[in-house]
């Protein structure tokens, strides 16, 4: 028998449209068609029970994404016993079916179909952008359709209006053919359900929200409708402009930690557009409006061609050679060494960047500067799910594949905003939500996945910024006193002794829901609500975000998630887990490849001499056996005069990190700034080598998403300045005499997998192989490791730790009424370095600051006022939205524009154990203003400076011969 | 060293000590182990020098694991 859910023997081919979706079922059904006999899951349609046999029926309205529909009839067949010609799409299969896909009948009523179709459609395809990538061309074809007997004269849709709202796609209903397969993929893949059919019969026509333009509806502009369009009515301006790509090249996003793979279509050197790859095992061929659209950046005239020096930051910059710049940059990284010491220097790498150029750069800070002074973005994100994840469970990674919540019957989502800052992902928690899964959302805003449309019981728990671990604890509390505990699963798989010590504390009363019900302001009923569906509904799986680790108790609640995640059993299986939602790229992979002061790759202790020697025998030098300075602890040390050079890959400190004075003043205090960046960042600023960087699609290497997936990333075009990330930390530790010799990325992935534990399976060749890898990769999991903990935990058993509710000092008083939390939007990305620079910013012109009606109404603020917002660190202006989100006293902004200063107001308040900033609170106040604050001013002041110092480099040629 | 690092560092040594569950002399094991693991070596230095010249701004916990990391490190 024949199973063809087995990838070793029969692998889906991404490329090939089987029509219909897969069915899991595990009975077996045996048809016949065209005289092959083949088997197939029950429920397998017709066409897609053709299309595994290898046969092609012609198809408009079906798609191997969507569900059938049955609408163009061109799939028709015929079936021995049965009458007429029934649609093969909306056709189950049946035990001893036969199956005829072809004859004279079926050839002539297609042909009919077709005829039909054309009779309504405009004869231009030799001008047409979908001239060659066009299904309804192609049927026509295969068809055999050679004339329209019905004349083109009568009533016709073919002067209908263009809508080119959008700025990345238009709309041409004169080239319809109401297949729906938009609306459907817009309700099925995207979950937005912003596309209907309006009218009926011939009447019928595709409208975007309430008949208005695009750009005005609630479409998200994900671009699943464009890429179910099989005509050219829903296309891409890019295609429009320059035409149908001619190759591709599978590769990965390099936007939010869900990794999605794509096609980078070109047209020679030039990237036409992004197309989500359906093989990608982390995005099934889903995408968003960032991933598909937002990619111009790459080719923006702001990019940094060419390496730049200065002795001083109130210099014009100097553009130079790169043995220049890099034997600079070297010269003064030993110089600050040798006149403050080993421990002065140090560097930072980028979540971003590759697994390779991550790894590259620790290895140059250890091996190179010889301390261990390295530390990375997931500082001030995710540091402390690694501390608190290892504490409990013994790795620093999330549980589980993505593909797991659809086997999630409770979905806890804390402190994450999915459907904005994880786009694809949050479709698929919204598919399973629409499949009658419960929604649990714990967070001081009503995120939109609230509003899943057709989604099933939901219940919101609007917490007060700041007291997560209270939440939790109360969470805890009912599992435990209500009996709703996994007895087994805590015998056979947890510490006992630790166990009892936390059943004891956080049964205490005062951990109870209505004991905390004053401090978290949720109401105790919802919580008991929450715990006991939570706890009892089938699988209950936790996703959570920043909200839970950007806190001074961050480190706590990430083992209170996992507590409750053992107590209650949800671990080591699909379905269920604890999933840290990563904000950047490769937040995991710069995490996994040893950016932490404290830790080697692998997260191997540097106090560890096993580790060490390890190391030390293949980076042939000794490294030093102590943790060097997180982010935070290398500003306090530059501002008190002992930290004086430090080495920055694509990260924007200057701009993500919080209180903005403080990292200004500790940037202005450096001797040496070296930052490597595709544009000149708020950092680079404050630099004095400025060192071209590489976008994603002008490199090699991987990224590694949240499900601890290893993707490869693929160049499709030669970097802007001649080279990748890589190659310049690679020179620049060959120029302060450490040497490094690789030729590819494969070559630093191999050595990366000879020291970690974790990767010992990993390579290029095993990455062509499967596609992607789940690490732990190596013998004991030699294919990856989908599913974490299924028998044990790597620290043997699960850890159970204390979690006591300690409240952040930073709280609203007099003088600070409010709270304010900082968030992400859907078009923006991070700082925005990179979306600031394409059309998304026509839905995100400028940051400004959410505030409920009722504190607005007390502080007589309307909608667009400008409003100072102040903190005990800071003030800046915002303009004013008026908004419900957020409960009274609870006000919001996001800090994709540097100008607002968000950051500005945010404060050192940091994680207790990793330092990871507070930015979820910070008590501020709100008043109406006329003009911008005077950080603002200084900031716009010190912009035009250092983009003048910049361009009056661009001005000055290099001088021949350096 | 300047005062605004130091008082940084006592902040948290005091924020780590206030989050250790258990008794105090747990608590201070928990917090020793935490700063040998964690903090730079520059950073031990200081907050050593800063037990051995005043320390009074820090939490008796924090004092006690500050001091057992004295020990510690003057042991090895």
Sequence with gaps: MINYFDPSQHRIDPDRDYGTPPRLSEKAVVLTIDGIEISVPEGTSVLRAAALAGITIPKLCASDNLEAFGSCRLCAVQIEGRRGYPASCTTPVAEGMDVTTQNGKLARLRRNVMELYISDHPLDCLTCPANGDCELQDMAGAVGLREVRYGFEGENHLDAEIDASNPYFSFDPSKCIVCSRCVRACEEVQGTFALTIDGRGFDSKIAAGQNEPFMDSECVSCGACVQACPTSTLMEKSVIDQGVPEHSVVTTCAYCGVGCSFEAQMKGDQLVRMVPYKGGDANHGHSCVKGRFAFGYATHQDRITEPMIRDSIDQPWRPVSWDEAIGFAARRLKETQARYGRESIGGITSSRCTNEETYLVQKLVRAGFGNNNTDTCARVCHSPTGYGLKTTLGESAGTQTFDSVMKADTILVIGANPTDAHPVFGSQMRRRLREGATLIVADPRRIDLLKTPHGGRMLHLPLKPGTNVALINSLAHVVVTEGLEDKAFIETRCETEAYRIWRDFISEARNSPEALEAETGVPAAQIREAARSYASVGNGAIYYGLGVTEHSQGSTMVMGIANLAMATGNLGREGVGVNPLRGQNNVQGSCDMGSFPHELPGYQHVADLDVRQRFESVWQTTLDDEPGLRIPNMFDAAIAGTFKALYVQGEDIAQSDPNTQHVQAALTSLDCLIVQDIFLNETAKYAHVLLPGSTFLEKNGTFTNAERRINRVRKVMAPVAGKEDWEVTQDLANALGYPMNYSHPSEIMDEIALLTPTFTGVSYAKLEEQGSIQWPCNAEHPDGTPTMHELDFPIGKGHFAVTEYVPTEERSNRRFPLLLTTGRILSQYNVGAQTRRTDNSQWHEEDVLEIHPSDAEVRGIAEGDWLGVSSRVGHTVLRCRISDRMQPGVVYTTFHHPGSGANVITTDSSDWATNCPEYKVTAVQVEKVSQPSEWQKRFHHFDRRQRGYLEQGAEEPAPAGQ | ?76
Excluded: C
């Design chain 2, 1 to 76: 060293m300047s005062d605004q690092q130091l008082s940084q560092l006592v902040k948290m040594v005091n924020q780590i000590a206030a989050n250790q569950h258990g008794d105090p002399s747990t608590a201070a094991q928990r917090v020793t182990s935490h700063l040998q693991k964690f903090w730079a070596r520059s950073m031990k230095a200081q907050i050593i020098d800063y037990l051995d010249s005043d320390g009074s701004q820090l939490s008796p916990v924090a004092r006690e694991a500050v001091a057992d990391l004295k020990r510690l490190r003057q042991a090895s």
